[in-house]
């Protein structure tokens, strides 16, 4: 069954690539512990796409789409986002990304206008980076809040219990 690579960028597949042919939708299902059919639905929402199809159309998973997937599932499991939240965080983290690797190209550049660009993307990873901070934030101060009034509904009946006894 041959491979072919369908990535966002018209670059042609490292032959190593194609010779890996992936894993199938349902393997990359039951090892990341979703259905199938979530996978497809995030594919569907754009928040994970198969780096891989076969000629006949099948997804195929590589390492890398499973990393995405989980940090997906993390962002929803672990800090309770919705997918439209996961969505812009993912937007966001993939804009760092791309500010990292264009930092890093301009590293070495000394010139006037080279330095220029370097502070404004700078500036721009500073504020992603406390935009995301700050959707966290907002995140855990609501999962304190919650957490404190459990803690406080907790002590409430460890008083009446002693009240009774």
């Known amino acids: ?82 997918l439209d939240e996961i969505r812009e965080f993912l937007s966001l983290e993939t804009r760092l990304d791309q500010l990292r690797a264009s930092y890093r190209a301009s590293k070495g550049a000394t010139s006037k206008r080279a330095r220029a660009e370097q502070k404004a993307t700078l500036r721009e990873a500073m504020e992603l980076n406390e935009s995301l901070a700050q959707q966290i934030g907002a ?6 809040g919650f957490r404190a009034k459990l803690v406080s509904d907790a002590q409430r009946c460890r008083e009446l219990l002693d009240e009774l006894e």
């Open 1 to 82: 069954m041959a491979v072919t690579a369908q990535r966002k960028e018209a670059t042609p597949p490292a032959k190593d690539e194609v010779a890996d042919a992936g894993i199938r939708i349902s393997d990359a299902a039951t090892r990341v512990g979703v259905s199938a059919r979530t996978l497809r639905y995030y594919e569907e929402l754009g928040l994970l796409a198969p780096s891989l199809y076969t000629t006949g159309g099948e997804r195929r998973y590589t390492p890398d789409d499973l990393v995405h997937l989980q940090r997906i599932l993390e962002l929803r499991e672990v800090l309770g986002m919705n």
């Open 139 to 144: 995140k855990l101060a609501r999962m304190d």
